[in-house]
């Protein structure tokens, strides 16, 4: 089975500080990893994912994700938080074998204030 | 520049009545999702198809049913709606089931009174 937890309903920051969202997955076995986001009455857009190889992932809208095989996380985070980045984030998890759809996490609402 | 395109997307339904989401993409993937959103809950997967003719149950298949006649074209009936199934869903496809990216379409929102 594979699972995914994101342990805060809502992460609050000001505008221009770093922000973090936290992920932790379950997997038998090799992970694949994802990060989505949603905006207010849309669908979910990719904006990362972890195959393999380096474990800092770069994203779209600068943001990167890192990945900890120790710690089975992976953290979204970006340097500034912008305004314009306050919507719902979800992870998701699937297996390295590729047969298994995305399992993904409750989702994270962030939240920057001006 | 359509991508994955849902409809309807609101519908109120009685209980007890029947309905059919359609989805449809024009990227030529050959995997499509059914996803529902409740809020709190993520999404959960209900069914899945990994091309024409080839369905699969997900998490919460119950209550559900596909078909995929055709590469664009992936609709999910409802038969005897419930108030449980109340919800946002979301229609999905991609290239590669597991490691692709999933596209998405807008969402359709359903109640059932």
């Known amino acids: 089975a594979q699972s995914v937890a994101q342990p805060e309903d809502q992460v609050n920051v000001a505008e221009g500080n770093p922000l973090t969202v936290k992920c932790t997955y379950s997997?038998?076995?090799?992970?694949?990893l994802f990060w989505y986001v949603q905006y207010p009455n849309r669908g979910l857009q990719f904006l990362l994912k972890y195959i393999t190889g380096d474990n800092l992932v770069k994203g779209s809208y600068g943001f990167e994700a890192e990945f900890n095989k120790s710690q089975t996380s992976f953290h979204l985070k970006k340097p500034s938080a912008l305004v314009s980045d306050s919507a719902l984030y979800f992870c998701a998890v699937s297996l390295d074998t590729g047969r298994r759809a995305l399992t993904f996490g409750s989702g994270t609402r962030l939240q920057v204030q001006p | 520049n359509a991508g994955v395109t849902q409809t309807p997307k609101f519908r109120i339904l009685k209980i007890g009545q029947s309905m059919t989401l359609q989805c449809t993409q024009d990227?030529?993937?050959?995997?499509m999702y059914w996803y529902r959103q409740d809020p709190g809950m993520g999404l959960k997967l209900i069914y899945y198809s990994v091309g024409a003719g080839i369905t699969d149950k997900g998490e919460v298949p119950n209550g559900y049913n596909v078909s995929r006649s055709t590469t664009e074209d992936f609709p999910l009936r409802l038969e005897l709606a419930a108030p449980s199934q109340t919800s946002v869903y979301f229609c999905a496809s991609n290239e590669r089931v597991g490691t692709g990216e999933l596209f998405f379409g807008e969402g359709s929102r359903l109640t059932v009174l």
């Open positions: 990227m030529n993937h050959n995997y």
């Open positions: 997997v038998s076995g090799n992970p694949y």
